[in-house]
């Protein structure tokens, strides 16, 4: 795997086209994540028996949708990318799953449980918040949401990049598979102040350095993940 390193003179943000190239690229470097993996283990006791649940950004299906659907679960995954949807359907035949923005789509019916898992990086704070709103609308009463994400507080950032709330961070730098761009964070307490503004109580939390392989040309990531439970 070839990738460039070079710093652009505009930040790169990965859109739809850069992830469909990725393919199995990505898969062979990020889908050894452990931590990720634990903590999938860990939520699946908080869902329902045979919950529908809907898979926010399911890259190759691996390791989220394929753990969710081997306990049982019925998984509908979305992601902006065919590459990733064609890889999803292999990785787990008993799911749906579809080419779609997370930011234009809307569900059929009522859903058990929501799954955004490391896939908002590319996303404004506006745009983030208003998809708490939907994943809100979205569950069930009692509905189970959960979020991996990055601590911006645990990465490279100066006082200058902090949101006047001090709620987030922009302008983070990040290398990402060999480009550079740059990263918009909610901190942990931003987490707490938006999904119980949408009618959300944490339940549990655990973080998680994640460390790629030296070829995935990425930086550690310290992974910060969320259940929560909708309560109104």
Not at 69 to 87: E, F, K, N, P, W
Not at 144 to 154: A, N, R, S, V
């Given at each position: 795997?070839?990738?460039?390193?070079?710093?652009?003179?505009?930040p790169f943000r990965?859109?739809?086209?850069?992830?469909?190239?990725?393919?199995?690229?990505?898969?062979?470097?990020?889908?050894?994540?452990?931590?990720?993996?634990?903590?999938?283990?860990?939520?699946?006791?908080?869902?329902?028996?045979?919950?529908?649940?809907?898979?926010?950004?399911?890259?190759?299906?691996?390791?989220?949708?394929?753990?969710?659907?081997?306990?049982?679960?019925?998984?509908?995954?979305?992601?902006?990318?065919?590459?990733?949807?064609?890889?999803?359907?292999?990785?787990?035949?008993?799911?749906?799953?579809?080419?779609?923005?997370?930011?234009?789509?809307?569900?059929?019916?009522?859903?058990?449980?929501?799954?955004?898992?490391?896939?908002?990086?590319?996303?404004?704070?506006?745009?983030?918040?208003?998809?708490?709103?939907?994943?809100?609308?979205?569950?069930?009463?009692?509905?189970?949401?959960?979020?991996?994400?990055?601590?911006?507080?645990?990465?490279?950032?100066?006082?200058?990049?902090?949101?006047?709330?001090k709620m987030g961070?922009?302008?983070?730098?990040?290398?990402?598979?060999?480009?550079?761009g740059i990263l918009?964070?909610?901190?942990?307490?931003?987490?707490?102040?938006?999904?119980?503004?949408?009618?959300?109580?944490?339940?549990?939390?655990?973080?998680?350095?994640?460390?790629?392989?030296?070829?995935?040309?990425?930086?550690?990531?310290?992974?910060?993940?969320?259940?929560?439970?909708?309560?109104?």
């Amino acid at each position: 795997m070839t990738l460039e390193t070079t710093a652009p003179s505009s930040p790169f943000r990965p859109d739809a086209e850069f992830f469909d190239k990725m393919g199995l690229d990505y898969q062979m470097a990020f889908g050894h994540d452990t931590g990720l993996q634990d903590f999938m283990k860990k939520a699946v006791t908080y869902f329902p028996p045979s919950s529908k649940v809907l898979d926010i950004g399911c890259g190759t299906g691996s390791p989220v949708a394929s753990i969710v659907a081997a306990y049982g679960h019925r998984v509908t995954g979305i992601d902006s990318a065919q590459s990733m949807v064609d890889l999803s359907r292999k990785a787990v035949p008993s799911g749906t799953f579809e080419l779609a923005d997370m930011l234009e789509y809307k569900p059929i019916g009522k859903l058990d449980v929501i799954l955004s898992i490391l896939s908002l990086f590319q996303l404004s704070r506006a745009e983030i918040e208003s998809m708490s709103l939907k994943w809100a609308e979205w569950l069930l009463p009692d509905g189970i949401l959960c979020i991996g994400t990055m601590d911006p507080e645990e990465r490279k950032h100066t006082a200058e990049m902090y949101h006047e709330d001090k709620m987030g961070l922009s302008g983070i730098p990040s290398l990402f598979m060999g480009k550079h761009g740059i990263l918009t964070l909610l901190t942990q307490k931003g987490w707490n102040h938006m999904l119980e503004a949408a009618g959300f109580e944490i339940i549990h939390t655990e973080s998680h350095l994640f460390e790629p392989p030296s070829e995935a040309q990425s930086d550690p990531e310290p992974h910060y993940f969320i259940i929560a439970r909708k309560i109104r």
